[in-house]
């Protein structure tokens, strides 16, 4: 049962941008809006680490390794979530999960690769 779908994931310059989406098609609109949703990533031999969340009522968090650069944005009515990387890094490099949580579930998607050429 795939809960969340991620996009946007792919190939990119040191310094551009690029732009992530994690969509929900199967929750409704009241189950969605439980959950912190976030993106967490996990590099080649790394564990997986908190990139960024968000709550219902879009208040956020990021790892410092991002501040500045990241942005993470949720839209209740569409039931997505996104997350928009500017000046992006090698070690930037890594597959990105979204993430739904609340103190009951915690759900993932299957994961989406981006990689940052120098």
């Known amino acids: 049962q795939v809960l969340l779908v991620e996009s946007g994931g792919g190939l990119v310059q040191a310094g551009g941008s690029l732009r992530l989406s994690c969509r929900a098609p199967?929750?409704?609109?009241?189950?969605?809006?439980?959950?912190?949703m976030g993106w967490y990533r996990q590099a080649p031999g790394k564990q997986r680490e908190l990139v960024a969340t968000?709550?219902?009522?879009?208040?956020?968090d990021y790892a410092d390794s991002v501040k500045g650069r990241f942005t993470i944005s949720r839209d209740n009515s569409r039931k997505t979530v996104d997350l928009r990387m500017n000046d992006v890094r090698v070690d930037d490099t890594g597959t990105y999960y979204c993430?739904?949580?609340?103190?009951?579930?915690?759900?993932w998607g299957q994961g989406t690769q981006v990689t940052v050429q120098g």
């Open positions: 968000v709550t219902y009522n879009r208040v956020t």
């Open positions: 993430n739904a949580y609340d103190s009951q579930n915690d759900y």
């Open positions: 199967r929750l409704i609109t009241s189950v969605f809006n439980q959950y912190r």
